[in-house]
């Protein structure tokens, strides 16, 4: 019943932009906190970005003042806004909804970084 489709993937040169998209359905959106993770090849699960229902935001180190993560809960979508694109920036990405008892998670979009 709870749904995470993720879109806006694909493959980039470096120092281009991708915005990523996640519609969410089954949930309040709005009364959740919502991640962003990626994994890239031979490395584990990382947390990218965060944001509250409140709209509070946190970012992990290698991606602060790249990345922006942001809501419309209009829409019941969170978004992840990608500048600045490295080829380390090549993973999966995923979207979360860390619920209590149960974490959703999206099918993953890959983003490709060519040097």
């Known amino acids: 019943q709870v749904q995470l489709v993720e879109s806006g993937g694909g493959l980039v040169q470096a120092g281009w932009s991708l915005r990523l998209s996640c519609s969410v359905s089954?949930?309040?959106?709005?009364?959740?906190?919502m991640c962003w993770h990626r994994q890239a090849p031979g490395k584990k699960r990382e947390l990218v970005a965060t944001?509250?229902?409140?709209?509070?935001?946190n970012y992990a180190d290698s991606v602060k003042g790249r990345f922006t993560i942001f809501r419309d809960n209009a829409k019941n979508t969170v978004y992840l806004q990608m500048n600045s694109l490295k080829p380390e920036d090549t993973a999966v990405y995923y979207c979360?909804?860390?619920?209590?008892?149960?974490?959703?998670w999206g099918q993953g979009t890959q983003v490709t970084v060519s040097s």
């Open positions: 089954g949930i309040i959106f709005s009364n959740n906190t």
């Open positions: 979360n909804a860390p619920l209590t008892w149960h974490d959703y």
């Open positions: 944001i509250t229902s409140g709209g509070s935001t």
